[in-house]
């Protein structure tokens, strides 16, 4: 095992909103405590404290943690903080979908890929490092909808488009100081079920909302 990143004492749990009426209770360190979860992937959730803006990795089985960049990199966030959906909604409104290249996190190659801001912000960083990288690879009227890494460390985006469709363009970016990703956009024009949304003092609700596509792993394995 590498370094604080130990092996369960426990059998792993399934994180899921589907509990069944069962309540458990998970033991965390001091730092991670009033930490908000916004997404999990590869058995590590991703979490920030909104007040600091202090994004960071956590391990719920070893209770090791591994700093990424702050919110506040990210060019647009400013202007995110003012709207309505960050009022109510926080952090989950902001960040739409986060994923891993690998559960080891402490590996050279391991990458962070992340969409932000309404799904038009796609931002790649690696553990510990200082800044997110922004990359703007979309026309108008484009969006990220989902992420997924192949087993061979491609980042695979799903992209919904008013004009394109079942159309797949290839992309060799850099960020960071000296990091490269290959990255493919896979195009959907297929329109989503417009939700019913209903606004209140405090809260939103949404009625039939869903994407009908969505990025399988299986079909990835040799990619």
């Known amino acids: 095992m590498r370094g604080d990143v130990r092996g369960a004492q426990e059998l ?3 994180l899921s909103p589907f509990y069944g009426g069962k309540f458990l209770k ?10 908000k979860l916004f997404g999990s992937s590869q058995g590590w959730l991703f979490m920030v404290k909104e007040k600091q803006k202090y994004m960071f990795l ?4 070893s209770g090791a943690q591994r700093q990424l960049p702050s919110l506040t990199t990210i060019p647009s966030f400013q ?12 952090v989950s409104s902001f960040c739409i979908h986060t994923v891993l290249s690998t559960s080891d996190v402490d590996h050279p190659g391991c990458m962070v890929a992340a969409i932000f801001d309404s799904h038009n912000v796609l931002g790649l960083c690696r553990p510990g490092d200082k800044t997110w990288s922004v990359l703007e ?10 992420l997924l890494f192949s087993s061979t460390g491609k980042l695979y985006s799903l992209v919904t488009s008013q004009t394109k469709n079942e159309l797949i ?4 970016l850099q960020f960071g100081d000296d990091h490269a990703v290959d990255l493919m956009l896979m195009y959907d024009n297929i329109e989503p079920i417009e939700p019913d949304i209903y ?4 809260y939103t609700v949404t009625y039939n909302g869903a994407w009908k596509s969505l990025l399988e792993s299986p079909t990835m394995k040799s990619c």
Do not use: M
């Open 26 to 35: 998970l033991r965390v360190p001091e730092p991670t405590q009033r930490g």
């Open 199 to 202: 606004h209140y003092e405090c």
């Open 12 to 14: 792993p749990w399934f």
């Open 169 to 172: 363009v290839a992309h060799s």
């Open 137 to 146: 690879v979309l026309d108008e009227n484009e969006g990220h909808d989902q």
């Open 79 to 90: 202007n995110f903080v003012e709207t309505k959906e960050w009022k109510l909604h926080g």
């Open 58 to 61: 956590f391990n719920p089985i």
